[in-house]
């Protein structure tokens, strides 16, 4: 158990709705990372928020978008959802937001778009 | 800009073998290097890292990885495979810029015959 917490664990949803995924980081970690992991493009990093301020952007999606709470839980939206959404979507926290530390990966939700 | 290649998506051993699964990082500035293994139906979970000072780092189940410079590797290995290493496996590297950002490799998987 890495102490990253991810809800829901399964989400079936149709093409065109908008889902929220949920985070709570480790006890004391301040950086929070989405990743997205599907067969054809392996594992994505989306983006990352330190202290509740974006931190760092990779390859996410205007249809998609994240903020870190107060309490530093996170969440991540998505919205007009496609079938090439369907994936595993991670969670990761690490202790500050340099990336000398290692990161601690949740166990992911799976979002399945029909 | 950071980049990171492991060598074959799939390696198969037998129980007993060495394991050695090969990454090759691209880095302008001297790199954090980290391995992750990913059971099935789980979160990545650290092995090891490597920041600064001795090459040569020991992590978790018996996995060690050798920082070499001169050949820009961060390859994985275990001395005698368990069924129990089946897993996929993913390089990391960060480039000490603050980021927080790290390039994960395609992954490979590690198959552990009887």
């Known amino acids: 158990d890495s102490g990253v917490t991810q809800t829901p664990k399964h989400l079936i949803t149709a093409t065109g709705q908008r889902v929220t995924l949920r985070c709570s980081p480790r006890?004391?970690?301040?950086?929070v990372y989405w990743y997205q992991q599907s067969l054809d493009q392996g594992l994505q990093f989306l983006i990352q928020?330190?202290?509740?301020?974006?931190?760092a952007k990779g390859n996410i999606l205007e249809r998609f978008s994240a903020q870190q709470f107060p309490d530093l839980h996170s969440e991540l939206n998505l919205s007009s959802l496609e079938l090439g959404d369907s994936a595993l979507y991670f969670c990761?926290?690490?202790?500050?937001?340099?990336?000398?530390?290692?990161?601690?990966f949740g166990p992911g939700t799976r979002l399945t778009v029909t | 800009a950071q980049s990171v290649t492991q060598l074959g998506s799939h390696v198969s051993v037998s129980e007993g073998a060495l394991v050695l699964l090969r990454c090759n990082y691209s880095?302008?500035?001297?790199?954090?290097l980290f391995w992750y293994v990913q059971y099935p139906n789980q979160g990545l979970q650290l092995l090891l890292k490597?920041?600064?000072?001795?090459?040569l780092v020991k992590g978790i189940n018996g996995f060690e990885a050798e920082f070499k410079k001169s050949e820009t590797s961060f390859h994985l290995t275990k001395p005698s495979a368990h069924m129990s290493d089946a897993a996929e496996y993913f390089c990391?590297?960060?480039?000490?810029?603050?980021?927080?950002?790290?390039?994960f490799g395609d992954g490979t998987t590690l198959t552990v015959k009887p």
């Open positions: 880095s302008s500035v001297p790199p954090y």
């Open positions: 990761a926290s690490s202790v500050a937001g340099s990336d000398r530390y290692e990161q601690y």
């Open positions: 990391a590297v960060s480039a000490g810029t603050n980021a927080g950002k790290s390039t």
């Open positions: 006890s004391g970690d301040l950086s």
């Open positions: 928020y330190y202290n509740g301020e974006e931190r």
């Open positions: 490597y920041t600064t000072g001795a090459t």
